[in-house]
């Protein structure tokens, strides 16, 4: 499923640097800290696990260990989708970047209501985590723990981060309503609807999966454990919802007639100019 998700997000990667060279104009209305996000996504995994991409010694890819896994040659085949999806993701970021001096202001908004958005939300992931940690220790009902031992508190912000990637729209959705009518469809269908569906299989395939096999001692639930994770199973049809949402939001602002709201000011302008030349 990681393989196969990554590589998808390549392909429509591939066909948003396409959309953004083809529409020049549309790199101004491109929404820099959406990119980042989605780079940033990308990047953590390659550096977590840098050592099984770039490994040298060739005999650890044909090494079986005891549970009948070749985990080097695991490892290399996870991360290689991820590298190339990383690298045009920067490519996606250099384009947007160029056309950040039209809108500067407008992504400035942006990030003066994410940054401290995530900020919070990572606040009260750390509180979270502080409170099942202390229920955990007296054995409480809202002990959690990953298989027997207490979750870290990097495990929860790693949950926490996978949720900012859940709604990777949201700064893309703010920079549009910050454009106003000069808007354009800078954001191409099959980016911001297949990045959705891709976020949102998961979340889908632990809901399925919880209906369908039977819990065991080490569970190996994607991102929302009813049990292990930060977020509970009924945060999968919450975060699915949302994350709709915002991809019908931003389908509904790159649909809809952009111009109607400049037409007062272009009759103000006519009407002006009337004026003069009847004077």
Same mark, same amino acid.
């Given at each position: 499923? @990681? *393989?196969?998700?990554?590589?998808?997000?390549?392909?429509?990667?591939?066909?948003? @640097?396409?959309?953004?060279? &083809?529409?020049? +104009?549309?790199?101004?209305?491109?929404?820099?800290?959406?990119?980042?996000? =989605?780079?940033?996504g990308y990047l953590a995994p390659l550096v977590l696990n840098s050592e099984a991409l770039f490994a040298s010694r060739r005999s650890q890819y044909y090494e079986m260990h005891s549970t009948g896994r070749w985990p080097e040659m695991k490892e290399v085949m996870m991360?290689?989708?991820?590298l190339i999806a990383f690298l045009l993701q920067l490519?996606?970021?250099? =384009?947007?970047?160029?056309? &950040? &001096?039209?809108?500067?202001?407008?992504?400035?908004?942006?990030l003066w209501i994410c940054l401290p958005l995530y900020a919070l939300g990572g606040v009260l992931a750390a509180v979270v985590h502080v409170i099942k940690a202390r229920a955990s220790v007296r054995g409480g009902p809202l002990?959690?723990?990953?298989?027997?031992?207490?979750?870290?508190?990097?495990? +929860?912000?790693v949950s926490y981060a996978g949720l900012i990637l859940d709604g990777f729209l949201l700064p893309q959705v703010i920079l549009n309503a910050s454009l106003g009518?000069?808007?354009?469809?800078?954001?191409s269908p099959w980016f911001y609807m297949g990045g959705t569906? %891709?976020?949102?299989?998961?979340?889908? #395939? +632990? *809901? *399925? &999966?919880?209906? @369908? #096999?039977k819990p065991s001692m080490r569970s190996s639930d994607l991102y929302a454990s009813p049990r292990e994770d930060l977020f509970g199973g009924a945060w999968d049809a919450v975060i699915a919802c949302g994350a709709a949402?915002?991809?019908? %939001?931003?389908? =509904?602002?790159?649909?809809l007639p952009r111009t109607a709201s400049s037409l007062p000011s272009q009759r103000r302008r006519s009407a002006g100019y009337e004026m003069v030349s009847n004077i």
């Open positions: 499923m @990681i *393989v196969a998700s990554t590589t998808l997000s390549c392909v429509f990667t591939i066909l948003q @640097i396409l959309h953004t060279k &083809r529409n020049p +104009d549309v790199a101004p209305a491109t929404s820099v800290t959406m990119i980042a996000v =989605l780079t940033m991360r290689a989708p991820t490519r996606l970021l250099q =384009l947007a970047w160029s056309g &950040r &001096r039209a809108s500067a202001m407008s992504e400035r908004t942006v002990a959690m723990n990953m298989g027997r031992w207490p979750a870290m508190v990097w495990q +929860d912000l009518a000069s808007r354009a469809r800078a954001i569906v %891709l976020r949102l299989m998961p979340h889908v #395939y +632990d *809901v *399925v &999966r919880a209906q @369908i #096999y949402l915002l991809a019908l %939001l931003l389908f =509904l602002q790159q649909r």
